[in-house]
């Protein structure tokens, strides 16, 4: 077999003769990092998925080792994550009660619907769709998670009994109105560890945050329950519970086709955030380390460590932020960072996971506040809105249509406005009207409404594609250019910017040539691109636009078209745009004058 099938489907042979004694003590340090940081992350992503908590645990272990070994990234950390999870528990919440049998069911189908779309779309070369979630539609559907998160922790934060399946202005409502339902205790437990996750993030970056605060809120719990309040635990402060201190058990997806149709629209939505997820953390890394990361690659690995996770206990993983972030920083080399990682959580799972039937409610509910503020993109949501009002229009819309609406289409309508707003943008390219300027080196063009222009030519640039979206803007405008100039019956078109033309670009373009002939005057091109020229060749529309009207250079185009302007009009102008026109002689001009001859005469130099 070749090797771009081995580079395919085996991807860590291309860096596993890289692998060295330097680079397994790197990879080592930064997996024992990465596998202490993602303890309290993946209790806290399965509870806001709504998964028991061990869930979070087993989707850090089999995923992680499987996206390492079959992604291009050399840094990337695959797990749960936050925007992951909130889209999962949004979509199977109304199918079943979080947390039930029949709710981890269709997780597990879920996770491996996701991976095979995944997969399949790496094979079919696929990356490239990832393009079309713009980064707007990213930043506002964290900021609208971030908020559904902090909602959903309420209950918890403040120990108060309230209602199942109540939306986010529901939610605040209840709370606002039932005060005496909040139990102090647990309120006191919850501000102590994001005090303390506060403290430790900004004072002693080096010591996870998230595993400080979860001891505070623990022991903040237990000083309550033992010297301010006799009698037992305090009222409010309830315990996650013991973690079953074990290796992630096998599970199956169940396979049926009803099912799938009833996942289909949230498998689709899943997957286009996770991929979105893992294939702009892993392009971020690369462009720090200077690697080189394969979209299409990644696709792949992503789709093999989901379909292995839903055999073993796993919901939906993607590329993490934080513990991607955490790995590079740490000093990871090579992908068998992530490999240790999931590895030896494996191992800490066993001794630490009974530990956790310490951690009240309040304090998961304390890191959760903190992991919401924490996604929140303010410096990007500030420049968005300072800088174009049409991507702000997405950011709002995401962020609006996450909260009020069902987040797969939430994520939908983010990217369908996009598409619409770069389409409107798309339809109605520059078409600038361009003229020597003398004040420049060589008299290069300029767009200055000032500077005189040849009365018998027109220049113009159009800057974007000519497409059937485009055709009549363009259209339009050149008849508005015509009609206002009357006499400029020959039009010069700086094509360079011209990315690409359609059958109705170029229908269009013969049509304004035959226009232009018909007026007395003819359509030239300046640089038109290759692919244009052939498409003109291959549809029979270079009967319109002549081959010998289409020139490699300004001087060139000029030097040609000066040729076929109306002597009569060029003795009468004192404008002196082009180089040729001051190299027509003086004596030359006063004679045509006398003889009013209008007919067109070659220049002479």
Not at 517 to 540: M, P, S, T
Request: net charge neutral; hydrophobic share 50%; charged share 15%.
């Amino acid at each position: 077999m070749n090797r771009d099938f081995w580079a395919k489907f085996a991807p860590f042979l291309e860096w596993w003769p890289q692998v060295n004694g330097t680079t397994l003590r790197a990879d080592a340090i930064a997996a024992v990092t990465g596998a202490i940081v993602v303890l309290p992350q993946g209790v806290a992503f399965a509870t806001i998925a709504g998964m028991p908590p061990e869930y979070g645990l087993y989707a850090a272990m089999i995923p992680a080792v499987v996206a390492a070994l079959f992604g291009s990234s050399r840094q990337l950390v695959s797990g749960p994550t936050t925007a992951a999870s909130i889209v999962l528990f949004s979509s199977l919440s109304v199918l079943a009660d979080p947390g039930s049998v029949d709710y981890v069911a269709y997780a597990l189908t879920l996770t491996f619907m996701v991976g095979v779309i995944e997969l399949a779309m790496g094979i079919a070369r696929l990356g490239a769709l990832v393009n079309f979630i713009s980064h707007s539609v990213v930043v506002g559907f964290t900021a609208g998670a971030a908020v559904l998160i902090a909602a959903s922790q309420l209950k918890n934060f403040f120990g108060m009994d309230m209602p199942a399946g109540l939306h986010l202005a529901e939610k605040l409502y209840f709370v606002a109105t039932h005060p005496g339902d909040i139990h102090p205790y647990a309120t006191v437990v919850g501000l102590s560890t994001i005090a303390a996750g506060v403290y430790f993030r900004r004072r002693l970056p080096r010591i996870p945050y998230m595993i400080s605060a979860m001891v505070a809120g623990s022991v903040v719990a237990l000083l309550i329950s033992r010297f301010l309040y006799v009698g037992g635990p305090a009222p409010g402060i309830q315990v996650v519970g013991a973690l079953p201190a074990t290796l992630p058990p096998l599970s199956s997806p169940d396979l049926d086709l009803t099912m799938f149709k009833e996942l289909a629209p949230a498998a689709l939505a899943v997957t286009l955030f996770a991929l979105t997820e893992a294939v702009s953390i892993s392009r971020s890394l690369a462009a720090r380390s200077g690697d080189l990361v394969d979209g299409n690659q990644e696709f792949i690995g992503q789709g093999l460590s989901n379909i292995f996770g839903s055999f073993f206990s796993s919901y939906v993983a993607t590329g993490s932020f934080n513990r991607s972030g955490v790995n590079y920083e740490a000093g990871a080399r090579t992908p068998l960072a992530a490999v240790f990682a999931g590895l030896l959580l494996m191992i800490i799972v066993l001794f630490v996971a009974p530990l956790l039937a310490h951690l009240p409610n309040a304090a998961m509910a304390g890191i959760l506040f903190l992991v919401a503020f924490g996604i929140v993109d303010f410096a990007h949501i500030k420049s968005i809105v300072r800088a174009s009002r049409s991507d702000s229009m997405v950011l709002w819309g995401t962020f609006l249509a996450t909260l009020f609406l069902e987040l797969d289409f939430a994520i939908m309508l983010g990217v369908f406005l996009s598409l619409v707003i770069y389409l409107h943008r798309a339809s109605r390219p520059r078409v600038l009207v361009r003229v020597p300027d003398p004040r420049l080196p060589k008299q290069r063009f300029n767009t200055d409404p000032s500077l005189p222009e040849c009365p018998q030519l027109k220049m113009v640039r159009i800057d974007g594609p000519l497409f059937f979206g485009a055709v009549n803007y363009v259209a339009e405008r050149l008849r508005v250019i015509a009609k206002h100039n009357p006499l400029q019956k020959h039009l010069l078109i700086m094509s360079r910017t011209i990315s690409f033309i359609d059958v109705a670009g170029a229908e269009m373009l013969a049509r304004e040539a035959r226009l232009r002939r018909e007026a007395g005057g003819q359509l030239y091109f300046h640089q038109l691109q290759e692919d244009a020229q052939k498409l003109l060749e291959r549809g029979g529309y270079l009967q319109d636009v002549s081959p010998e009207d289409l020139f490699p250079t300004k001087g060139e185009a000029i030097a040609a078209i000066f040729q076929r302007l109306d002597r009569g009009i060029c003795v009468r102008c004192d404008k002196r745009i082009f180089n040729e026109c001051r190299a027509v002689p003086k004596v030359e001009i006063e004679n045509e004058e006398v003889q009013q001859d209008s007919a067109m005469v070659p220049a002479t130099s």
